[in-house]
């Protein structure tokens, strides 16, 4: 993970989570405790409390990143560079993509993945486990 994203995601973490003292089991919006004075402070989030915030960037992450679907956005991408969507064979009309797909599985997969490495690379999406999902 790049830093300027860490750094971005741990701005998000701290304004979805509030300061919390476990001691005397409250929030202290201030960042200190009103009743202890402790500015020792874990992190809450609606669901639990704990130290750092590594972890609300995990429960960000899990509950609101929307994964993207590469395959229909370079599916989209092929579709506007091709002069005509559809084929025509004999007296059969045939989806271009869909035949391209069809007839080289192989090369349309390693198309594919240049096309989100691409993609990564200018930063318009982002794997957070080397590619597996994005
Ligand atoms: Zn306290």
């Given at each position: 993970?790049?830093?300027?994203?860490?750094?971005?995601?741990?701005?998000?973490?701290s304004n979805y989570s509030k300061p919390f003292c476990y001691s005397c089991y409250q929030v202290c919006p201030t960042g200190?405790?009103?009743?202890?004075?402790s500015d020792d402070l874990m992190r809450s989030t609606p669901n639990g409390c704990e130290y750092g915030l590594d972890w609300v960037i995990n429960?960000?992450?899990?509950?609101?990143?929307?994964?993207?679907?590469?395959?229909?956005?370079?599916?989209?991408?092929v579709?506007?560079?091709?002069e005509k969507e559809t084929v025509t064979i004999g007296w059969m009309s045939f989806d271009?993509?869909?035949?391209?797909?069809?007839?080289?599985?192989?090369?349309?997969?390693?198309?594919?993945?240049?096309?989100?490495?691409i993609e990564e690379s200018e930063g318009n999406i982002v794997s957070f486990d080397n590619g597996s999902t994005y």
């Open positions: 993970m790049n830093s300027d994203l860490k750094s971005k995601l741990e701005i998000l973490a200190r405790c009103q009743s202890c004075g429960e960000i992450l899990n509950e609101k990143l929307v994964p993207v679907n590469t395959e229909e956005a370079f599916e989209e991408s579709r506007s560079t091709l271009a993509v869909t035949i391209m797909k069809e007839l080289d599985p192989i090369s349309w997969k390693i198309a594919k993945s240049e096309y989100e490495t």
